[in-house]
């Protein structure tokens, strides 16, 4: 069950870096980064969700 929760946190975290990296801070320089790290949060929590799944975690 905590592996589920700490899914939904990096979904969420991401969702938000995301968020903000598309809205307010658009035209900021980093933005880009941002972006690349939002994605590699999702990508993390698929892994995730992916072990668990398949029962390796």
Same mark, same amino acid.
């Given at each position: 069950?905590? #592996?589920?929760?700490? +899914?939904? +946190?990096?979904? *969420?975290?991401?969702? +938000?870096?995301?968020?903000?990296?598309?809205?307010? #801070?658009?035209?900021?320089?980093? =933005?880009?980064?941002?972006?690349?790290? =939002?994605?590699?949060?999702?990508?993390?929590? *698929?892994? *995730? =969700? *992916? =072990?668990?799944?398949?029962?390796?975690?």
């Amino acid at each position: 069950m905590a #592996l589920w929760v700490f +899914f939904g +946190f990096i979904v *969420l975290s991401a969702t +938000f870096v995301l968020v903000l990296s598309q809205g307010p #801070l658009k035209a900021a320089p980093n =933005a880009g980064a941002l972006r690349t790290v =939002a994605y590699a949060q999702y990508a993390a929590a *698929l892994l *995730l =969700a *992916l =072990a668990r799944v398949t029962g390796v975690a």
